[in-house]
Every structure is written in C-alpha cells, then in structure tokens.
C-alpha cells in the first residue's frame, strides 16, 4: 500500500469527534471547575478554572451538613446498588435463559409481559406498590429498596440477557448435557462465563439507574437514615443554598464511584452492546 | 463396556410435520463404526441427535447394549458426542474442557487427572492443556474434541461431521487417526457424514440415508460394487456412476443393451437373471469410470462404446474423460447436464492423447455394468 489510509475524510471525522466530545465535557468542566473554586470566585468568575484549586471545598461537603451526611448516604447508596445489581444479574439471568431456551408459546408470553414491564411507568402504581410495602414493612430499609429496585428493573434486565442468549448457539449446553452436568452446572459452568459481555452491559445500565434514582429512593425510604446519594445531594442543595461550590463538590463525590466503575467496564459494555459472540 | 445400539422402527416427525426420520430399523455392533451419510437433510444428524438424547422419538424404540433409552435424559445414556463445530467451552482451558464430563460425574481430583493426562498424551495435546481453545489450531481443537469424548470411556461415541471444518489435507490425516484411534479404544461408534469419501474409507458398515429413509446399509464394497438402488449407486464413488439409458434385447444366451445405435453384449453379469424379464423394456444403466477405458484393438465388438469427447480431467496417476454419446440421458436427478445427450466418464492412461472435440472409442467391463429399473430405481437382480 502506497498510500496512506488517513484522508482528509478521516482528519474531518476525527475533528468532528473531537469537537462532540469537548461539548459533552463542558459540563465535566464546570463541575470541576466551581468545585474547586471559594464561594467568592463562584460569583465572580464562575467559568474560569480557579488556581490555585480550593480543594477544601471536598473534605467540608464530606464532613458536614448536618442530616445530609454524605458518607452515610455514599455508604446507603453502595449497598442498594451493588445488591440491586447482584440479585438482577443471577435472578434475571436465570429467568432469560429459562425464556430463551425454552420451547412453545409460554416463553413468548412471559417475555412479552417482561417487555410490557419496560414500558409502562412505574409512577401508575406507585401509591398501591407504597401501600403494600408499608404494610410489608418494607419502606425505609435496605431489604425493601432492593427488592423494589429488582422488581422495577428485572424488565430491562431480562430483555437484554434474553436477546443475547437467543444469539447463543445451543452446542455449548447440548456438550454439557451429554457430557453428564445437570441443569444447574450447565448455567453456572457453561452459559453464565458466555453471557460475561452482556453482563458487563446489564451491570453498567442497571447499575447507573439504579445510582441514579431518585423519585423512588425519596419515597420509599423517607424518613429514614438510609437516604441514597441523590436524595442526599437534593437536600444538601437545600442546606447551602447559595454556596454552589460545596454543592458541586457534593456532586462530584457523588458521581466517581459511578464514574471510575463505568471506566473499568467500558469495554464489556461496547461488547455486550454490539452483541454477538466470536471464537 | 462397548455396546451394541439398536434402532426399531424409529420414527421422528417434527412439530411442524416434518418427517426427519422414517421407520429407521438398524444395530449397531458393538465396536463397530458405522458411518451414516447422505445428503443434508436426509435425518443422519436427527439419527444421532436421538441416539445422544438431543432430540425426543416420536415412535419407535432406541436401545444401547439392552438398556431401553428413549426417555433417558443424555447424561443417563452413556454417550459421548463430538459436534460439528466442536463445541469447547470458551472459557475453560483444554484441560478443564477435558475434565469437565468427569468433575460432572462426581470423579475425584486425582483419578481426573490421570485420565485426563492419559487422554492428553493419547492424542499429543500434552502441551496444550492450559490453552484456552480460542488459542488452538483447527486441528487441535479437533482433538481436543475427540478427547472430550474419549476421557469419559462412554459406551457409544457419537460424531457429528467432525471432520467437516478441515482443510483437505488435514481431514484425510484424521480420518485415519479416528479410524486407528476407534479401532485401538474399541468402542462402539456412530460417525455422521455427507463426504462419501470419509463414509468409505472409515466405515465398518455404512448405512445410506435419505429423506429419512434408510437406503442401504452394509460394508463399504459391498454398497459401492452392488448398491440396491439408483441414489445409492449414485452416491457414493468419485467421480459419480455415469447413468445412461438403454432398451434390453435378448439375443440367444447373451442380452444387449441398445444405447442409441450401439449395442453392448452383457454375458457373465449379476444382473442377468433379473433382466431377462426386462426383455424389450428401457432400463437405466451404470457405469463406473473404472470400467470404462480407451478401447485397443483386442476390445471385444460387443463391448465398445464410441462417443464425442467432452472433457479432460488430469489428476496425475490417471486422467479422467468426459465422453458425450448419442443417447438420451435417463430422467433422473444427479446427472446435471441437459443437453439432451448422456454423458460417461472413463479413466484412461495419464499420457494417453485424447483431446476434447475428438472421438473416442471406449472399452466396457460387461460384467461390472449395474442395471436399475427406471420406475422403482430399484437394482436389477
């Protein structure tokens, strides 16, 4: 090949990339920036990148803020989201795979109720689904956030294994069955490590929803001292009202554990997104 | 431990109606190979799924060694497969994928490994057992598969066109290395194919099959030198049996086969009880390209042949003519050409000086001619 593949096309599409990807750091930046800016600079010059950086901005939104304490709520965000996430993975899969594998009209029929579960809002039930779990005394506890949380998004969860496990070819689990391994080893030995990429996929969608959430985290764990990372932020925002560099510096811890986990699983993600299996 | 497998009156029918399987009446000895061939789609590879206990029987009844197993669940049969593509699991080095049916059978660590090593060394995969089989050549994972199916030592292997991802050079090496291997081991072996050079070359017995329907089954030259049947006759061999349509006549104590305007004598034949009641009737005749050759001057008159050629084919050791002759070609599948003349082919000497345009004059091995009747495709006996 004597001529270089870089074109001017190329330059042009690596410039328009680049210039996407400055718009969606803006943001970033202005997190950055007022974070680490005194409540002087935020009014005076808010764009500019303060220097030096005032970090204490980061130790006060952690240390104070009297019922909005953010190790607390960091640590209430950690469990929910990790044991929401956990229980969707082993339980959705198991359930997708049930669906995908199996034969005849019964399989289809739950799948489609799964989808339907996608669709609809879960603000329709919210009062009866508050009720009910009132009664269950399951509102304001870890047990009942989770279980909330596995329920919501076991829809998403079982569309995404299920569309992935339907890619799979059979060979593997038929191997296993006459190789001797029951139902059970077949899926934790065999089809769980195939469904590796789609897991990666279904633990960072998930996971962001659930770190994210807020209208359900508000309601069902009002009053109690497991509030969640956004619930927190919300009345922290409410506690300083103008003092917009501690609120973003409350954001920002928010937002890394997230952030460096999405880092780590990126490139499981674009796999189990762009779907398939290869070797 | 080897044991026989024995199908009565098999039958599968699938959901939607499909037939894959008819009425399937075969055993299996044990210790023997038996190969299954025929087209894709003929039911071999359902035959096999049924015998592993992939697919259910409609009808009909599977027995291994004296064990009824229709209902059994695979890991009850005692069974080993090796699929088409293998199948080893991704995500398990080559010697977990070789444990994996042992550690599933409650074995223990020790007795495991050593039969995995042993498996190992059988098949000279010593050095490749920490390998993931993304990192393994064609072949190697080839035999990582065959090993899978060996460590356990089951009663019956079952192979799905194993062979069938491997360059040709490949493929003729295993082939005998499976043949070797099974001889050494054993043990009773259904072996699935479409190449009817792997069927013939591998094959204790082979059973021919198609659309569900067991043709023929016995040694290999038995089915090559007296098939029941056109598809049979048709099938196996390379290059195909040239099939011609000819009008029988009696003629004292010898019969003549009328091709057109040339008349081929047929004496000391198996065929001739069967023909005599064909006397004035068509019939479709075979001819093996090893019974036809470049006629000299001691060619008997009733057993020439003369014809336009068509084609060379040098293949080193021989050379292979294409010879159109004056005759209708019989109206049955597999002869391709349309152009209203049958086609044979012959092998001559490699220097031989024949050239496509000219004519050629072949001599015919008469006894060797096969005889079906053009309505059944039954062979005439």
Same mark, same amino acid.
């Given at each position: 090949?004597?001529?270089?593949?870089?074109?001017?096309?190329?330059?042009?599409?690596?410039?328009?990339?680049?210039?996407?990807?400055?718009?969606?750091?803006?943001?970033?930046?202005?997190?950055?920036?007022?974070?680490?800016?005194?409540?002087?600079?935020?009014?005076?010059?808010?764009?500019?990148?303060?220097?030096?950086?005032?970090?204490?901005?980061?130790?006060?939104?952690?240390?104070?803020?009297?019922?909005?304490?953010?190790?607390?709520?960091?640590?209430?965000?950690?469990?929910?989201? !990790?044991?929401? !996430?956990?229980?969707?993975?082993?339980?959705?899969?198991?359930?997708?795979?049930?669906?995908?594998?199996?034969?005849?009209?019964?399989?289809?029929?739950?799948?489609?109720?799964?989808?339907?579960?996608?669709?609809?809002?879960?603000?329709?039930?919210?009062?009866?689904?508050?009720?009910?779990?009132?009664?269950?005394?399951?509102?304001?506890?870890?047990?009942?956030?989770?279980?909330?949380?596995?329920?919501?998004?076991?829809?998403?969860?079982?569309?995404?294994?299920?569309?992935?496990?339907?890619?799979?070819?059979?060979?593997?689990?038929?191997?296993?069955?006459?190789?001797?391994?029951?139902?059970?080893?077949?899926?934790?030995?065999?089809?769980?490590?195939?469904?590796?990429?789609?897991?990666?996929? !279904?633990?960072?969608? !998930?996971?962001?929803?659930?770190?994210?959430?807020?209208?359900?985290?508000?309601?069902?764990?009002?009053?109690?001292?497991?509030?969640?990372?956004?619930?927190?932020?919300?009345?922290?925002?409410?506690?300083?009202?103008?003092?917009?560099?501690?609120?973003?510096?409350?954001?920002?811890?928010?937002?890394?554990?997230? %952030?460096?986990?999405? %880092?780590?699983?990126?490139?499981?993600?674009?796999?189990?997104?762009?779907?398939?299996?290869?070797? | 431990?080897?044991?026989?497998?024995?199908?009565?009156?098999?039958?599968?029918?699938?959901?939607?109606?499909?037939?894959?399987?008819?009425?399937?009446?075969?055993?299996?000895?044990?210790?023997?190979?038996?190969?299954?061939?025929?087209?894709?789609?003929?039911?071999?590879?359902?035959?096999?799924?049924?015998?592993?206990?992939?697919?259910?029987?409609?009808?009909?009844?599977?027995?291994?060694?004296?064990?009824?197993?229709?209902?059994?669940?695979?890991?009850?049969?005692?069974?080993?497969?090796?699929?088409?593509?293998?199948?080893?699991?991704?995500?398990?080095?080559?010697?977990?994928?070789?444990?994996?049916?042992?550690?599933?059978?409650?074995?223990?660590?020790?007795?495991?490994?050593?039969?995995?090593?042993?498996?190992?060394?059988?098949?000279?995969?010593?050095?490749?057992?920490?390998?993931?089989?993304?990192?393994?050549?064609?072949?190697?994972?080839?035999?990582?598969?065959?090993?899978?199916?060996?460590?356990?030592?089951?009663?019956?292997?079952?192979?799905?066109?194993?062979?069938?991802?491997?360059?040709?050079?490949?493929?003729?090496?295993?082939?005998?290395?499976?043949?070797?291997?099974?001889?050494?081991?054993?043990?009773?072996?259904?072996?699935?194919?479409?190449?009817?050079?792997?069927?013939?070359?591998?094959?204790?017995?082979?059973?021919?099959?198609?659309?569900?329907?067991?043709?023929?089954?016995?040694?290999?030259?038995?089915?090559?030198?007296?098939?029941?049947?056109?598809?049979?006759?048709?099938?196996?061999?390379?290059?195909?049996?040239?099939?011609?349509?000819?009008?029988?006549?009696?003629?004292?104590?010898?019969?003549?086969?009328?091709?057109?305007?040339?008349?081929?004598?047929?004496?000391?034949?198996?065929?001739?009880?069967?023909?005599?009641?064909?006397?004035?009737?068509?019939?479709?005749?075979?001819?093996?390209?090893?019974?036809?050759?470049?006629?000299?001057?001691?060619?008997?008159?009733?057993?020439?042949?003369?014809?336009?050629?068509?084609?060379?084919?040098?293949?080193?050791?021989?050379?292979?003519?294409?010879?159109?002759?004056?005759?209708?070609?019989?109206?049955?599948?597999?002869?391709?050409?349309?152009?209203?003349?049958?086609?044979?082919?012959?092998?001559?000497?490699?220097?031989?000086?024949?050239?496509?345009?000219?004519?050629?004059?072949?001599?015919?091995?008469?006894?060797?001619?096969?005889?079906?009747?053009?309505?059944?495709?039954?062979?005439?006996?």
């Amino acid at each position: 090949m004597s001529r270089s593949r870089y074109r001017r096309t190329t330059l042009l599409r690596e410039l328009a990339l680049i210039v996407a990807a400055a718009v969606f750091s803006v943001p970033f930046y202005l997190l950055l920036a007022i974070a680490l800016e005194t409540t002087e600079q935020t009014y005076r010059a808010p764009l500019s990148f303060p220097l030096p950086p005032h970090w204490s901005n980061f130790s006060q939104a952690w240390n104070t803020g009297g019922q909005a304490e953010l190790p607390r709520s960091l640590e209430s965000s950690l469990i929910i989201t !990790v044991s929401s !996430v956990a229980a969707l993975i082993v339980l959705g899969s198991l359930c997708a795979y049930a669906i995908a594998r199996r034969r005849g009209r019964l399989g289809d029929l739950i799948y489609i109720l799964f989808v339907l579960g996608i669709i609809l809002p879960v603000q329709l039930a919210i009062i009866p689904l508050f009720v009910v779990m009132l009664h269950l005394g399951l509102v304001g506890n870890y047990a009942g956030m989770i279980l909330l949380n596995v329920g919501l998004l076991m829809p998403l969860t079982v569309f995404l294994y299920t569309g992935f496990i339907r890619t799979l070819p059979r060979d593997y689990e038929e191997a296993a069955r006459v190789d001797g391994a029951g139902v059970l080893r077949t899926y934790a030995r065999v089809v769980m490590p195939l469904l590796r990429p789609i897991t990666g996929t !279904v633990a960072v969608v !998930v996971g962001f929803i659930v770190w994210n959430q807020f209208f359900e985290a508000l309601i069902f764990l009002v009053g109690s001292r497991y509030q969640t990372l956004p619930v927190a932020l919300y009345s922290f925002a409410g506690d300083y009202v103008a003092r917009w560099n501690l609120i973003l510096a409350g954001v920002a811890i928010a937002i890394a554990p997230i %952030l460096a986990f999405y %880092l780590f699983a990126q490139h499981q993600l674009i796999r189990g997104f762009s779907a398939g299996l290869k070797g | 431990m080897t044991a026989a497998v024995t199908f009565s009156d098999v039958r599968k029918v699938y959901p939607d109606g499909t037939r894959a399987v008819t009425d399937l009446d075969l055993r299996i000895e044990p210790a023997e190979l038996m190969v299954i061939v025929g087209p894709s789609g003929c039911g071999k590879t359902t035959t096999l799924r049924m015998t592993a206990g992939l697919e259910e029987i409609s009808q009909g009844e599977i027995r291994i060694g004296d064990k009824v197993v229709n209902t059994l669940d695979p890991r009850e049969r005692d069974v080993a497969m090796v699929f088409q593509n293998y199948a080893l699991y991704p995500n398990m080095s080559v010697f977990d994928n070789l444990a994996f049916p042992l550690h599933a059978r409650g074995i223990s660590k020790t007795e495991i490994r050593r039969r995995v090593e042993r498996t190992a060394r059988l098949l000279e995969l010593d050095g490749l057992l920490k390998r993931k089989p993304r990192a393994l050549s064609g072949g190697q994972r080839q035999r990582v598969a065959m090993g899978r199916a060996i460590v356990r030592e089951p009663q019956v292997f079952l192979m799905d066109e194993p062979l069938s991802n491997l360059d040709t050079r490949l493929r003729s090496e295993m082939r005998a290395e499976i043949t070797g291997l099974q001889r050494e081991l054993g043990v009773t072996t259904m072996y699935v194919t479409h190449d009817q050079l792997e069927a013939m070359t591998m094959g204790t017995r082979i059973a021919v099959l198609r659309d569900g329907l067991l043709q023929q089954c016995g040694p290999p030259q038995t089915l090559y030198d007296a098939p029941d049947n056109l598809f049979v006759a048709t099938f196996l061999g390379s290059p195909a049996m040239s099939l011609l349509r000819c009008r029988v006549e009696r003629e004292r104590d010898a019969i003549v086969c009328v091709l057109g305007g040339q008349r081929l004598s047929v004496m000391d034949n198996p065929s001739m009880p069967g023909l005599i009641g064909y006397a004035d009737r068509e019939v479709v005749v075979g001819l093996r390209s090893e019974h036809l050759s470049e006629a000299d001057g001691n060619a008997p008159n009733g057993s020439r042949l003369r014809g336009r050629i068509r084609l060379t084919e040098l293949l080193g050791a021989e050379q292979l003519v294409r010879v159109e002759l004056p005759v209708a070609p019989p109206a049955v599948e597999a002869q391709g050409r349309s152009s209203g003349m049958a086609e044979v082919t012959a092998r001559v000497a490699p220097h031989a000086h024949v050239a496509a345009g000219e004519l050629i004059e072949l001599a015919v091995n008469t006894a060797h001619i096969h005889f079906f009747d053009p309505t059944t495709d039954h062979a005439i006996r």
